[in-house]
């Protein structure tokens, strides 16, 4: 099912076969996501961190982001560095070393799987 809702989400993004529609897409994004789908996951916390469709939120971008990597998703490099970033601008300057620390621990035992 979170397959079909994640699809459903890009199509609404993307404009393909429907018009065009931000909340749409993603609301059925949430939904995929909330599933646990990764890519679900990922593509909300883009939205979210372009403010695509809902508030640009890099908190919430960071957290979804943050989801998919646990689920499995594969961050590549480019996307790692806007995820490096988003983290640097998210949050308090106290709160920014365990973070940056955190995701480099993470980006380290991605490599190793």
Excluded: C
Excluded at 7 to 29: F, I, M, N, T
């Amino acid at each position: 099912m979170g397959r079909a809702q994640w699809k459903l989400g890009l199509l609404y993004r993307d404009g393909e076969g429907v018009p065009q529609d931000g909340a749409k897409a993603a609301l059925w994004l949430r939904r995929a996501a909330e599933k646990d789908f990764p890519s679900a996951e990922y593509d909300l916390g883009k939205m979210y961190d372009l403010g695509l469709g809902v508030p640009k939120d890099y908190v919430q971008a960071e957290q979804w982001y943050y989801r998919a990597a646990e689920h499995g998703y594969s961050l590549r490099n480019s996307t790692w560095a806007s995820f490096m970033l988003m983290a640097v601008r998210a949050y308090p300057k106290t709160l920014r070393r365990p973070i940056t620390g955190w995701l480099l621990q993470l980006q380290k035992r991605r490599r190793t799987l």
